[in-house]
């Protein structure tokens, strides 16, 4: 009989991962850099866009945020 958790895994065993491999590759890190340059670059963007069109710093500070706020959705 197999066990009811077993249900919902994939079929069969996967196979171990290699115990000296790290947990995060130099893919996954490129990945997550990527992702923080792309959203870190769209935030200071967005700021120096809003101050260049007259919003006080105040205002920009909370335009930027928005935008952070939304990427991370």
């Known amino acids: 009989m197999r066990e009811p958790a077993a249900e919902f895994g994939p079929e069969g065993e996967t196979p171990a ?15 997550i850099g990527g992702y923080g340059l792309l959203i870190g670059g769209s935030v200071l963007a967005v700021f120096f866009y809003a101050l260049g069109q007259g919003a006080s710093q105040e205002e920009a500070v909370t335009v930027s945020f928005l935008t952070f706020a939304f990427a991370r959705l």
């Open 17 to 31: 991962r290699d115990p000296k491999e790290p947990i995060l590759t130099r893919r996954i890190w490129a990945v």
